[in-house]
């Protein structure tokens, strides 16, 4: 267990429908970062935040949005989806920014659209 | 974004030393270099990281060459439950920067 809790392991929904992906970081990390790994792309950074704040925008689509709530989880949704948003959704996190510190990752959210 | 170089797959039989090379020529001098690696399925997990010198753990050890273009990841025994996708990673740290994941090398280990 890496400290890093996604929910759901995974999820199967139709196109066009709308889902929430949830991620609580690491007991007092601050940063929670999302990626999407999909069979063709490897691991794509979507997005940032730190202590409730956008810090990073990746390749993330308009449809997809994420916030981080004050105790700190954060949840990534993706409306109107595509069958090519099917992928494995990872979250991880950090204590803060310093480089010296490095990301604990979630076992990741796989989603499959149909 | 910052960019690494690492041979696509390696192969290595149980029990051998294991050296994943990899090239990060962009690195800036405040970069440390992360190593971590992917089980199928599962969330990329932390190997070793490093700045400017060498470094051990448990699962591994880190040569970071003197200009720090470069670096060595090294399995001192390899089995089967190493066989992995693992990525090099140099990071700043910055605002606005963030882990960028290459396509990392395909870590095969034969019995």
């Known amino acids: 267990d890496s400290g890093v809790t996604q929910t759901p392991k995974h999820l199967i929904t139709a196109t066009g429908q709308r889902v929430t992906l949830r991620c609580s970081p690491r007991s007092g990390d601050l940063s929670v970062y999302w990626y999407q790994q999909s069979l063709d792309q490897g691991l794509q950074f979507l997005i940032h935040?730190?202590?409730?704040?956008?810090?990073a925008k990746g390749n993330i689509l308009e449809r997809f949005s994420a916030q981080q709530f004050p105790d700190l989880h954060s949840e990534l949704n993706l409306s109107s989806l595509e069958l090519g948003d099917s992928a494995l959704y990872f979250c991880a996190s950090s204590p803060w920014t310093d480089s010296n510190y490095g990301y604990t990752f979630g076992s990741g959210t796989r989603l499959t659209v149909v | 974004d910052a960019k690494t170089t690492q041979p696509n797959s390696m192969e290595s039989n149980e029990e051998e030393p294991v050296h994943l090379p990899c090239n990060h020529s962009t690195i800036s001098g405040t970069d440390y270099i992360h190593w971590y690696r992917q089980l199928p399925s599962q969330g990329p997990e932390y190997v070793i990281h490093g700045l400017t010198s060498n470094v051990n753990n448990r699962m591994a050890s880190l040569a970071i060459a003197e200009d720090r273009k470069s670096s060595t990841l090294i399995l001192h025994r390899a089995t089967l439950r190493d066989a992995a996708v693992y990525y090099c990673i140099h990071w700043g740290g910055n605002y606005g920067q963030n882990f960028v994941f290459g396509p990392g090398t395909r870590l095969s280990v034969l019995p």
């Open positions: 935040y730190y202590n409730g704040e956008e810090r």
